[in-house]
């Protein structure tokens, strides 16, 4: 794709649950016990990230969730994540110059709930989280976003001894731009990858890569736009 994009397994394959998601409409359940995670290859830095997902976890322990890292894996070193702090909050963690960052959120996780989580960052400016909807914690000024990594780990562990996901995740997005607090809200109202104007400027083209996946086999990717 020139973007250096490929899916692939680790571990026992997650279940892709036909009937389950937030809407019914299918989702990955994640096993803890199992090691199984879903790898995407990504090999460009971004200089700005959104990671959106609805996520229902069935363990709120310290575990990791999302996260970029490296061949090492998630254990060892991460950044760009979305994780479960020890006391059942969800946790944006990113690298930069600087070192460490983290935002945590105010929500409390039940197990069995689903939530819309996204984090949000970019180089030089600010590192944010927000839970169904609203943002939550202290946004942070970064510095230079961490370019140390080439890949996401989904339904992974995380360094600092967090346990490995266990649960389901739907609706992933990865976007290369720091989305609004307007869009975010609008992503969890509407259910859907609804973009709100004030994302757009005149002369702009917005490419989407779209891989189809029966739950078996990923089938041929398409680019728009082009």
Do not use: C
């Not at 997650?14 to 359940?29: E, I």
């Not at 702090?85 to 946790?91: C, P």
């Not at 069995?112 to 000024?141: C, K």
Request: no cysteine; charged share 20%; aromatic share 8%.
């Amino acid at each position: 794709s020139g973007l250096g994009n490929g899916i692939s397994f680790s571990g026992t394959k997650p279940t892709h649950n036909l009937s389950g998601g937030f809407d019914g409409k299918g989702a990955y359940d994640f096993t803890q016990g199992d090691g199984g995670e879903i790898v995407l290859m990504d090999t460009i830095d971004p200089t700005n990230y959104t990671i959106e997902a609805w996520i229902r976890p069935t363990d709120v322990t310290f575990t990791g969730i999302i996260a970029r890292s490296n061949d090492i894996g998630p254990g060892t070193s991460t950044s760009h994540e979305i994780r479960i702090t020890a006391g059942s909050k969800f946790e944006h963690r990113t690298l930069d110059g600087g070192g460490n960052n983290l935002v945590t959120g105010s929500t409390t996780i039940v197990a069995g709930d689903w939530y819309h989580v996204a984090a949000v960052a970019s180089n030089n400016g600010e590192m944010r989280l927000f839970v169904n909807g609203v943002e939550e914690g202290t946004s942070i000024t970064l510095g230079t976003l961490d370019t140390d990594f080439d890949r996401y780990y989904f339904g992974t562990d995380s360094p600092s001894g967090a346990g490995r996901f266990d649960g389901a995740i739907d609706e992933l997005r990865i976007w290369r731009t720091n989305l609004s607090a307007t869009a975010i809200k609008a992503i969890f109202e509407n259910n859907t990858n609804t973009t709100v104007y004030t994302e757009l400027t005149t002369g702009q083209n917005w490419t989407v890569d779209a891989t189809p996946h029966d739950g078996t086999n990923n089938g041929t990717k398409e680019r728009s736009n082009q």
